[in-house]
């Protein structure tokens, strides 16, 4: 970087400088700069003497020095570029403390051939750990470059005191290009390499399954992930085909997007799901083109999308619930008035018609208009958000209110209710929504039991097995009876909307009921058997009457 700036800055300087003693100071400084040294020193022949002429960080009271002396003396008669290190050194007398140097002759043509006009004498590498260096071949060259440049046109020209010519700028010029374009080859080179590394590293560093196959499905590169994902080598998987590396088969999938996008000279996606993999992928399948436009293969980003799709699923079911719902409720409400008005009006048709056969039909009409806002009530009281108020009460007048409620209903089945309750069971909730379960359930209870016993039991249990809260008691209402029970096919099924056997159910009731315990803090439970009887569980949290209240 730093050899590409001292360039860059050298060029600029060739082209721009026109007091030739400014020039060689800033020669000789990124003379210095470039080769990394100490400092250094510009000589140049006059009077069979050599003069310094410029200096950069080196001291020396040697202004003027024979022709024959020293290192500058031995290159002047060489004509070469000398490098000198610390052993070839010691036997030279020195101005200066150095313990390497690079002598460079400027030279400029004459008619009879070149001719030596000065030194550029360069001191002290410092590119070594102690700070002691070698000047290397690299540093020589460069040395070349400065002779050829700046020798042949500047210092011509400071010692012949020629005009400077348009030539001589061209020359330069020319230089400064061939230069320029070198520095750019190197730089494009190390560009490329750190973009090839870059991308390795993004290349791995991406956790989705990454990899390039050609045309033929023949897998050419893979990244970290693939690798990790199908727990294989790089080895084992290059030049296989991707089917039988991802798919474990011996031909592609149907809906193979590397397929689709060769075919189609386009990028396509597909959802895959993949046995071997064990998940759901999003292959996506982008076709490479060579420079003359040639489809070469594809690149495919696979990514596992198993737990999205899942959750995309839930979504989609809940929306659909909540879909109906809207529906549901919309439809109720609109037959709701003249399902009102059909029921009212019938109900007057009934009264004032004489024949028995007539009013027989408008009962009927009476009765399935009852039957039918009940189911919308029903309907939505379930899928409308409703507002729960709740308060403290016990739980033991709610029971008694509904004992008294049911007590006909039982008797016309010939059923006995049996009450036990042992203690007083203080809830925190809404007490017509609460009764609502009770009514439920024990309508349920009755419709499946004839002649037989249904029990209401309240007692408290302490804390529940599966509950978080360790603190929390709870009680159970347990509604047993003796009646038809539950096959297991429909047990899987109680508490799902619309599930009904009975020819004037709604199958609303357990799902609302479920709702509203589960609204309360609490758990609906059941257990039974076909032919001998079911019981159900209502579990709900105790309620603590805090010290403050
Ligand atoms: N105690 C029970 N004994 C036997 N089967 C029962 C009992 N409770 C519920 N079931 C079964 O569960 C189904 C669903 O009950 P749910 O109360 O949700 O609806 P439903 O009683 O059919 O209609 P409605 O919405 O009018 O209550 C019933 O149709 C019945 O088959
Ligand atoms: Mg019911």
Not at 116 to 137: A, C, M, P, Q, R
């Amino acid at each position: 970087m730093r050899e590409r700036q001292a360039l860059f800055e050298l060029i600029k300087l060739l082209e721009l400088s026109e007091d030739i003693n400014v020039l060689l100071e800033r020669l000789i400084y990124h003379a210095s700069e470039l080769m990394n040294a100490q400092g250094g020193l510009i000589r140049l022949i006059k009077d069979g003497n050599l003069y310094i002429t410029a200096t950069y960080n080196i001291q020396t009271d040697k202004k003027v020095i024979p022709l024959d002396e020293g290192i500058c003396g031995m290159v002047i008669k060489e004509g070469k570029v000398r490098v000198f290190n610390k052993q070839e050194l010691e036997g030279i007398e020195l101005d200066i403390p150095a313990y390497s140097a690079i002598c460079i002759p400027l030279k400029i043509e004459e008619a009879g051939g070149e001719k030596v006009i000065g030194t550029i004498l360069i001191y002290n590498k410092l590119d070594s750990e102690e700070g002691l260096g070698e000047f290397t071949e690299e540093d020589i060259s460069l040395g070349q470059l400065f002779y050829k440049a700046i020798g042949v046109v500047w210092v011509d020209n400071l010692y012949t005191k020629k005009p400077i010519t348009e030539q001589d700028i061209n020359f330069l010029k020319g230089f400064a290009d061939q230069v320029a374009a070198a520095i750019e080859n190197a730089w494009i080179f190390e560009k490329v390499e750190k973009a090839e590394k870059e991308l390795e590293m993004l290349f791995n560093s991406i956790t989705d399954l990454l990899y390039y196959t050609d045309e033929y499905y023949t897998i050419k590169k893979v990244n970290k992930a693939f690798l990790d994902k199908t727990g294989k080598e790089e080895k084992d998987v290059i030049n296989k085909k991707c089917f039988q590396i991802l798919h474990k088969t011996e031909y592609p999938p149907k809906n193979c997007p590397h397929k689709k996008a060769i075919e189609n000279k386009k990028p396509a996606i597909a959802e895959i799901e993949e046995n071997f993999l064990e998940g759901v992928y999003l292959l996506s399948s982008s076709p490479i083109f060579d420079k003359n436009g040639n489809l070469i293969g594809t690149i495919n980003l696979g990514r596992d999308i198993t737990e999205l799709r899942n959750l995309r699923e839930k979504i989609a079911s809940m929306e659909k619930m909540a879909a109906l719902g809207e529906l549901a409720a919309k439809v109720a409400h609109e037959i709701r008035n003249p399902l009102l008005a059909i029921g009212g009006f019938a109900k007057r048709l009934d009264k004032s018609l004489q024949d028995e056969n007539l009013k027989e039909y408008v009962r009927v009409i009476v009765d399935e208009t009852k039957r039918l806002e009940r189911i919308l009530n029903e309907t939505l009281s379930f899928v409308k958000p409703y507002y729960m108020g709740k308060k403290p009460f016990i739980i033991n007048e709610l029971i008694n209110d509904v004992v008294n409620f049911t007590d006909s209903v039982l008797k016309d089945k010939n059923n006995e209710l049996i009450v036990e309750i042992q203690e007083d069971c203080p809830v925190q909730g809404n007490y017509d929504r609460l009764k609502e379960v009770l009514l439920n359930i024990i309508t349920n209870a009755n419709e499946a039991t004839q002649n037989g016993k249904i029990y209401l039991r309240l007692k408290k249990i302490g804390r529940l097995p599966e509950s978080e809260n360790l603190n929390e008691e709870y009680f159970v209402i347990e509604i047993e009876d003796t009646g038809c029970g539950i096959s297991e096919e429909n047990m899987k099924k109680l508490f799902t909307p619309f599930f009904t056997t009975k020819t004037n159910g709604t199958g609303l009731g357990l799902a609302i009921s479920k709702r509203i315990i589960e609204d309360h803090g609490g758990i609906i439970s059941v257990e039974s058997e076909l032919n001998k009887g079911t019981i159900f569980k209502i579990y709900l949290p105790v309620y603590q009457k805090r010290r403050s209240e």
